[in-house]
């Protein structure tokens, strides 16, 4: 399995922006399809981003499509969220999470075999 480390998050006025990213160590970065997740307190972890395992292709959940894009650099093994717009609602942890199936197929959490710890992201009004 591959490890994964996220770093960034922070608090952020509504209407800001924020990038977070993960980097990923032991096995081969380039074999994984790559996502990124978030989750409430007392809530399911909820699907946000996937981007392929060459960085060519991604989709996102409509909650976040045009606010939120997902990028990866293979040679830093490191993906990237950046959010612009946030909101309150999108306060919570996020996640970064890696899929041995490299394409787009799959936004469930159990589609990933690794995850990161998270990191907290806090939006004010």
């Known amino acids: 399995q591959i490890d994964l480390q996220e770093s960034g998050g922070g608090t952020v006025q509504a209407g800001g922006s924020l990038k977070i990213s993960c980097e990923g160590s032991?096995?081969?970065?380039?074999?994984?399809?790559l996502g990124w997740f978030r989750q409430e307190p007392g809530k399911g972890r909820e699907f946000l981003a996937r981007?392929?395992?060459?960085?060519?292709?991604?989709r996102y959940a409509d909650s976040v499509r045009g606010r939120f894009t997902i990028s990866r650099d293979n040679s830093k093994r490191m993906v990237y969220l950046e959010m612009k717009n946030l909101k309150p609602e999108d306060t919570a942890v996020y996640y970064c999470?890696?899929?041995?199936?490299?394409?787009?197929?799959?936004?469930?959490?159990?589609?990933?075999?690794?995850w990161g710890q998270g990191t907290q992201v806090t939006v004010s009004s």
């Open positions: 999470a890696a899929d041995g199936a490299g394409g787009l197929i799959g936004t469930r959490w159990t589609d990933f075999l690794s």
């Open positions: 032991g096995r081969p970065f380039s074999n994984y399809a």
């Open positions: 981007i392929t395992w060459s960085g060519d292709s991604a």
